[in-house]
């Protein structure tokens, strides 16, 4: 090899060590605000469930021919206009069904296993009465 095409190859080298750093650096960064903005959604989520199973909230169709679907899409639709005011569009819409499913499946455990006078289930509960059900106003 060359002496030119040595230093070339050790410069690449360098560059590609340099790029490595710096993105692998930057990465847990991204990775909790990732994570951050995944909580809130599940939150948001959670207390929408919660609300459903514990207070009863009109917010799910008892079938196909339920009279109150326009109201409950309307009701969905709000909700989810407040919900991307807060969270932005940083998830992707696959990841938002898995996170909903998730929040569902949380909620649905812990009124099972520790009702809807546990703790948990007041903060989600919170969550729904102060920062989404005034969207349902809207």
């Known amino acids: 090899m060359t002496p030119f095409a040595l230093r070339l190859s050790r410069l690449s080298l360098q560059a590609g060590l340099a790029a490595a750093i710096a993105l692998f650096s930057s990465a847990p960064i991204r990775a909790d605000d990732d994570t951050a903005v995944e909580t809130e959604y599940l939150d948001y989520h959670r207390a929408i469930y919660a609300a459903v199973l514990c207070q009863g909230a009109g917010l799910e169709q008892k079938g196909i021919g339920d009279p109150n679907a326009q109201q409950i899409m309307t009701a969905h639709e709000n909700l989810a206009q407040a919900i991307s005011v ?12 898995t996170l909903i499913e998730q929040a569902k499946t949380e909620i649905r455990e812990l009124k099972k296993t520790k009702g809807c006078d546990d703790p948990e289930m007041k903060r989600v509960l919170d969550i729904y009465h102060t920062e989404l059900e005034p969207a349902l106003q809207e």
């Open 86 to 97: 807060s969270v932005g569009d940083e998830i992707s819409a696959g990841r938002r069904l």
